[in-house]
């Protein structure tokens, strides 16, 4: 499937742009949204671009540099923004974009073990230099520690007989392939009397699965609270997420900084994708994306 950016239009707006903004993607991905926000900020404008997936960066590169040159480009999990910026000596942003979405191109390749519609091994990394894949841990972690897993990350409503299922299985043999895992939690769902859904049971599976492997969690929560203290008075944090988990950790954390003084939330409730963007892109069904400004001063009430 083609890639397609979630929430274009929305973005864009939210984050004010124009010519000589200074904008960081956080997840910039195959420059979808940083090839828009780039356009918007040209000329006299520059963009930060950071992904976790050495992979994808190169793509970023040759779809960025046909629009301008006004860019950087760094492999670095989002979590460590506030560590990549100092370095850089980078601070004072206009506008802060944060898509919580995986690419593409990575749930489609069929090496990477994201999906499952095609037999490929349990992989989920990000960054494949990362030591940990989802078989290390289904075949390790405690039925315990799955099924919060399952539960937390992926609003899974049998994430306990799942986690059961896995930790029985397992005892046979080791989960290698995605397709094992799949028809484990094809069966507990079968089991439990569900026989038709237009969403694979296994969906939030794999999707708490992913979010586990690459500590996505922990790395929002890091990569917020940094984002909010390199933006420039009056400028915006816009954040996409992609379930109920994400969102309440971004609706927290928005709650924290303005309790704080340091700005005030733009988006009383997350902006949805219209009907006829889920029409073009279902993967954007599920998006919901909040607006934070940093105030005026940039510096917190005392």
Known sequence: MEHIPVMLSEVCASMQLESG???LDMTVGLAGHAGRILEAISPNGFLLGLDRDSETLPLAYEKLKTIGNDFQLKHSDYGKVSEVCAEMGL????????DCGISSVQLDDPKRGFGFLEEAPLDMRMDRNDPLTAADLLNTLPESELADIFFHYGDERFSRPIARAVVMKRQDKRFAFNHELAALVSGVY?????RHSKVHPATKVFQALR????HEADSLVEGLKGAIQLLAPKGRLVVISFHS????????LFKEFKAEGLGTIVTKKPLRPTEEEIAKNPRSRSALLRVFERSNTGEENV
Request: hydrophobic fraction near 35%.
């Open 21 to 23: 903004k200074r904008c």
């Open 190 to 194: 079968y089991r439990k009397g569900f």
């Open 245 to 252: 988990g994400e969102d309440r950790i971004v609706k927290n």
């Open 91 to 98: 601070t004072d942003f206009d506008a802060i974009l944060c």
């Open 211 to 214: 979010i586990a492997v690459n």
